[in-house]
């Protein structure tokens, strides 16, 4: 008796685990569907403003919703900078948005989908040290399909760079 308990325990603890693991699998292909690449352009000098482009790659038959600027259905956009002192976010220039008709909304609403371009401007503070650092770019968005908004969710995307 004792043993077809613990048989009925295992299977019971294997589903559960087989559970979680989808669960799991599901919310790692979920953030997937949204991935970035940060690009610099030029060098990081104190006191000095640096170009650098963001690439957001969003996956076909979903989108996110645009920055406040252009008023979208839901949670805007937003993007970040997580840094020491040397350095600050001083302009994010958001790409115009693609207005799409939504099965929840009369309106169309604007956002971005497929690819979209950012330029980011960053400024080293005066004070920067010569040397390695590490920042973090940080994209706060709501994706969406056709019929639901899902939850927030943050891209992170960390990236080296040198004061000269």
């Not at 002192?85 to 799409?100: D, I, N």
């Amino acid at each position: 008796m004792m043993w077809i308990n613990s048989k009925k325990w295992l299977a019971v603890a294997a589903v559960c685990i087989f559970t979680i693991c989808l669960t799991g699998a599901a919310a790692a292909e979920e953030q997937a569907k949204v991935s970035g690449e940060f690009v610099v352009e030029g060098a990081f000098q104190p006191g000095k403003e640096v170009k650098a482009q963001l690439e957001l790659n969003i996956a076909k038959g979903f989108h996110i919703n645009s920055d406040p600027d252009q008023k979208p259905i839901g949670m805007p956009m937003n993007i970040t900078l997580e840094a020491d002192k040397s350095l600050e976010l001083k302009e994010v220039v958001y790409p115009k948005a693609s207005k799409v008709r939504l099965a929840f909304s009369k309106d169309p609403a604007p956002v971005f989908e497929d690819e979209a371009q950012f330029t980011i401007v960053l400024k080293v503070a005066s004070d920067a040290a010569k040397g390695q650092y590490k920042g973090t770019l940080v994209v706060e968005y709501q994706g969406c399909d056709d019929n639901v908004c899902h939850m927030p969710e943050l891209l992170e995307i960390p990236f080296d760079y040198e004061v000269e």
